[in-house]
């Protein structure tokens, strides 16, 4: 399914190029990355999938932790009952948020200075009054087994959003849509917003990778990992 959502069009973009339709829930259909789990908590809910240049602007090379929180905030638009009703803040919209509440300086706004999961924590509370848990995992070894795994399957249990990731050595911010434990280890349900170019069905998103299963082994091993998990509570409400 994709959604003319939120996005810019030719008449009202300051950028040159057209939005374009957005895609919702891109994982579904997806299998798990083990025969038989022993656990697996995935989002349950509608999203939709923001990437680069998805409405106009061309963000390449630094815009991947906008589109990771715009995905984030187009789930609680659509799931958590009480947040204000309005797309996803766009890229100008962010910058001017992130200065208004005093995290940047002016000549952050317009720049192409990148974001992370705390700039993101403070934004999804700035628009939607959602707070956030941030968790850091000292090193993609074995501490995003020990630590990062059970607080994600505790996570989309209660809030079920979808989660941002970011790191140091792995600087590249990605989404996450679910954990996976087998016999042989965990494996994250990794959402990939460096996506550039036309509009993709869910079929070839997947091929291409761009919603995947990944190890745990396949990070960074070296790398600390920040994770920003919004607080819904939206199972307990449904309970």
Same mark, same amino acid.
């Given at each position: 399914?994709?959604?003319?959502?939120?996005?810019?069009?030719?008449? %009202?973009?300051?950028?040159?190029?057209?939005?374009?339709?957005?895609?919702?829930?891109?994982?579904?259909?997806?299998?798990?990355?083990?025969?038989?789990?022993?656990?697996?908590?995935?989002?349950?809910?509608?999203?939709?999938?923001?990437?680069?240049?998805?409405?106009?602007?061309?963000?390449?090379?630094?815009?991947?932790?906008?589109?990771?929180?715009?995905?984030?905030?187009?789930?609680?638009?659509?799931?958590?009952?009480?947040?204000?009703?309005?797309?996803?803040?766009?890229?100008?919209?962010?910058?001017?948020?992130?200065?208004?509440?005093?995290?940047?300086?002016?000549?952050?706004?317009?720049?192409?200075?990148?974001?992370?999961?705390?700039?993101?924590?403070?934004?999804?509370?700035? $628009?939607? %009054?959602?707070?956030?848990?941030?968790?850091?995992?000292?090193?993609?070894?074995?501490?995003?087994?020990?630590?990062?795994?059970?607080?994600?399957?505790?996570?989309?249990?209660?809030?079920?959003?979808?989660?941002?990731?970011?790191?140091?050595?792995?600087?590249?911010?990605?989404?996450?849509?679910?954990?996976?434990?087998?016999?042989?280890?965990?494996?994250?349900?990794?959402?990939?917003?460096?996506?550039?170019?036309?509009?993709?069905?869910?079929?070839?998103?997947?091929?291409?990778?761009?919603?995947?299963?990944?190890?745990?082994?396949? $990070?960074?091993?070296?790398? $600390?990992?920040?994770?920003?998990?919004?607080?819904?509570?939206?199972?307990?409400?449904?309970?």
């Amino acid at each position: 399914m994709a959604i003319n959502w939120g996005g810019y069009s030719s008449e %009202n973009s300051p950028f040159t190029a057209t939005a374009i339709p957005l895609l919702t829930n891109i994982h579904r259909g997806l299998p798990p990355p083990v025969a038989d789990p022993l656990k697996m908590t995935i989002v349950d809910g509608d999203y939709q999938y923001y990437h680069y240049g998805c409405d106009g602007q061309d963000d390449r090379g630094w815009g991947c932790g906008y589109r990771t929180l715009q995905t984030m905030a187009s789930w609680l638009i659509h799931n958590v009952e009480g947040v204000p009703k309005r797309p996803p803040p766009k890229i100008p919209e962010i910058q001017q948020a992130l200065v208004t509440m005093m995290d940047k300086p002016r000549p952050f706004l317009g720049s192409k200075d990148w974001i992370g999961t705390f700039e993101a924590s403070l934004v999804l509370s700035y $628009f939607y %009054n959602v707070p956030s848990k941030l968790v850091h995992i000292r090193s993609g070894g074995t501490e995003l087994d020990l630590v990062a795994v059970e607080e994600l399957h505790q996570h989309f249990a209660k809030n079920s959003c979808p989660v941002m990731m970011g790191g140091d050595r792995d600087n590249s911010s990605k989404g996450i849509l679910g954990v996976c434990t087998g016999t042989d280890g965990s494996y994250l349900l990794i959402v990939d917003p460096h996506y550039h170019g036309r509009q993709l069905g869910r079929e070839e998103t997947q091929k291409r990778g761009w919603v995947e299963w990944k190890r745990l082994s396949q $990070f960074n091993q070296s790398s $600390f990992y920040n994770l920003c998990l919004p607080q819904t509570d939206v199972k307990t409400q449904m309970g």
